[in-house]
């Protein structure tokens, strides 16, 4: 070409969770059958929309009305649903104009860190979800700024880290939070978000939550939301509907705007999120109507605690065979469903394998560990997949220094479920004993 094409930043978006993917086709096409771990899909996983869900959406769609345009922030119906939802909690309180729509919440993501001038940084969590981390890479031409999550204190926050890379570096102008937390399943202690909010307050920084799992907890753990504790903060909630349903294929998310007056600068970039949306026109339809429709039928709030009960002996029985595994560090989870499984680095080198009967296979992987220097942790994903057909995602993908993998719990069998982490269990014990190290 005459000139570059890529921004800086720009070869910062990446998305292991689907490029590992391309890996597992080419072993799928050698006739084995594989085990998809990698992504949050329930459907993939078996989980079967309830009739009455359907006939919702079916009734729907036989209106001509689900086939035009919405207003552009959303269905004025569904906006006040939403915001009664909100309200009833007691905290901070929102109307049907603080709630913008989006084709997903990856649409509302993207358009977020958009609109940012380069130098407003926004401080995540790592690991990170890397819809989150790639996104503000590449809107700040540079590696996205974090701060750690524990895998030796329940995956909780390092608040300490958190305050001091806040408070000497001035660029960074707001915090995200995932609750439920997307890759590790934590979810966050009230005391926890409040001290988020301390640190934003003493900074006049924005807070913004990804919340989309906050109604998928479960074992006796409630999600407590932003808005119960942002008092009159700038804040934004980031919701959707992909996984709560689910219909993770009709890509509709949205953002509350809390207290958007509270701050010029975040009255100007609400206004501004909803004027991108008015060019685009509006959001998918469909989805939108739905919502009231679904959340207020009375086999909502059973079809979702059943669900959330299911997760949640998945829950028990992943920590039942992972729990005590010499070399790994193992947090039982307790909101989404996912866990990260996070190696001690002291039991893992670059001479571990798994072994591996077909010479096709062998071919392979042989390729996949010569692209590159690869962190150890995708070292064993590649070994996983080739050798026990199982498709999961390194944690360094997630923005970490960290050397893991994350699963998830959406299985809806139990009994291959079970059979699954039995698989990894003594592949990971394999593995991890298949150096000269010796594992205490």
């Given at each position: 070409?005459?000139?570059?094409?890529?921004?800086?930043?720009?070869?910062?978006?990446?998305?292991?969770?689907?490029g590992?993917?391309?890996?597992?086709?080419?072993?799928?096409?050698?006739?084995?059958?594989?085990?998809?771990?990698?992504?949050?899909?329930?459907?993939?996983?078996?989980?079967?929309?309830p009739?009455?869900?359907?006939?919702?959406?079916?009734?729907l769609?036989?209106?001509?009305?689900?086939?035009?345009?919405?207003d552009?922030?959303?269905?004025?119906?569904?906006?006040?649903?939403?915001?009664?939802?909100?309200?009833?909690?007691?905290?901070?309180?929102?109307?049907?104009?603080?709630?913008?729509?989006?084709?997903?919440?990856?649409?509302?993501?993207?358009?977020?860190?958009?609109?940012?001038?380069?130098?407003?940084?926004?401080?995540?969590?790592?690991?990170?979800?890397?819809?989150?981390?790639?996104?503000?890479?590449?809107?700040?031409?540079?590696?996205?700024?974090?701060?750690?999550?524990?895998?030796?204190?329940?995956?909780?926050?390092?608040?300490?880290?958190?305050?001091?890379?806040?408070?000497?570096?001035?660029?960074?102008v707001?915090i995200?939070?995932?609750?439920?937390?997307?890759?590790?399943?934590?979810?966050?202690?009230?005391?926890?978000?409040?001290?988020?909010?301390?640190?934003?307050?003493?900074?006049?920084?924005?807070?913004?939550?990804?919340?989309?799992?906050?109604?998928?907890?479960?074992?006796?753990?409630?999600?407590?939301?932003?808005?119960?504790?942002?008092?009159?903060?700038?804040?934004?909630?980031?919701?959707?509907?992909?996984?709560?349903?689910?219909?993770?294929?009709?890509?509709?998310?949205?953002?509350?705007?809390?207290?958007?007056?509270?701050?010029?600068?975040?009255?100007k970039?609400?206004?501004?999120?909803?004027?991108?949306?008015?060019?685009?026109?509006?959001?998918?339809?469909?989805?939108?109507?739905?919502?009231?429709?679904i959340?207020?039928?009375?086999?909502?709030?059973?079809?979702?605690?059943?669900?959330?009960?299911?997760?949640?002996?998945?829950?028990?029985?992943?920590?039942?065979?992972?729990?005590?595994?010499?070399?790994?560090k193992?947090?039982?989870?307790?909101?989404?469903?996912?866990?990260?499984?996070?190696?001690?680095?002291?039991?893992?080198?670059?001479?571990?394998?798994?072994?591996?009967?077909d010479?096709?296979?062998?071919?392979?992987?042989?390729?996949?560990?010569?692209?590159?220097?690869?962190?150890?942790?995708?070292?064993?994903?590649?070994?996983?997949?080739?050798?026990?057909?199982?498709?999961?995602?390194?944690?360094?993908?997630?923005?970490?220094?960290?050397?893991?993998?994350?699963?998830?719990?959406?299985?809806?069998?139990?009994?291959?479920?079970?059979?699954?982490?039995?698989?990894?269990?003594?592949?990971?014990r394999?593995?991890l004993?298949?150096?000269?190290?010796?594992?205490v």
């Amino acid at each position: 070409m005459r000139t570059l094409l890529l921004r800086p930043g720009a070869e910062e978006l990446n998305y292991e969770i689907r490029g590992i993917v391309k890996k597992a086709r080419q072993i799928e096409s050698l006739g084995y059958e594989i085990t998809w771990e990698n992504i949050g899909d329930p459907i993939q996983k078996h989980n079967e929309v309830p009739a009455w869900m359907k006939e919702i959406v079916s009734d729907l769609v036989s209106q001509d009305k689900s086939y035009g345009y919405a207003d552009s922030k959303g269905v004025l119906e569904t906006r006040k649903f939403l915001a009664d939802i909100n309200n009833k909690k007691g905290g901070s309180q929102i109307s049907a104009e603080d709630i913008l729509f989006f084709n997903g919440l990856g649409d509302a993501i993207a358009k977020l860190y958009q609109f940012l001038i380069p130098t407003a940084r926004i401080i995540g969590p790592s690991p990170a979800y890397s819809t989150h981390s790639s996104a503000e890479a590449a809107h700040a031409n540079t590696a996205p700024i974090t701060y750690n999550l524990d895998p030796d204190n329940e995956w909780l926050p390092d608040m300490y880290d958190l305050y001091n890379k806040v408070k000497y570096n001035p660029s960074i102008v707001g915090i995200l939070i995932i609750n439920p937390d997307n890759p590790t399943g934590m979810v966050y202690p009230k005391e926890v978000l409040e001290a988020f909010v301390q640190i934003s307050r003493e900074f006049k920084l924005l807070l913004i939550a990804d919340e989309i799992y906050q109604n998928i907890t479960y074992n006796g753990v409630r999600a407590v939301s932003l808005a119960e504790v942002i008092g009159d903060l700038p804040a934004i909630s980031l919701k959707g509907i992909s996984k709560e349903f689910p219909w993770p294929g009709s890509r509709c998310g949205w953002m509350e705007f809390y207290n958007r007056n509270a701050s010029k600068e975040f009255a100007k970039l609400c206004q501004t999120l909803e004027n991108a949306k008015m060019i685009e026109v509006c959001s998918t339809i469909l989805p939108q109507l739905s919502i009231p429709k679904i959340m207020s039928h009375p086999e909502y709030q059973n079809y979702r605690e059943t669900q959330n009960e299911k997760i949640g002996r998945r829950s028990k029985i992943m920590e039942e065979i992972l729990g005590d595994i010499p070399g790994i560090k193992f947090n039982p989870t307790k909101g989404a469903f996912y866990n990260t499984v996070v190696f001690d680095e002291k039991f893992l080198d670059g001479e571990q394998y798994l072994p591996i009967e077909d010479p096709k296979v062998q071919t392979l992987l042989t390729g996949w560990l010569q692209e590159s220097v690869m962190p150890l942790d995708k070292r064993f994903v590649y070994y996983l997949l080739a050798s026990a057909h199982i498709c999961v995602v390194p944690i360094s993908s997630f923005c970490s220094d960290l050397r893991g993998f994350r699963v998830t719990l959406l299985e809806e069998n139990e009994n291959v479920f079970r059979e699954t982490f039995l698989k990894l269990g003594k592949a990971i014990r394999f593995y991890l004993n298949s150096t000269k190290k010796e594992l205490v």
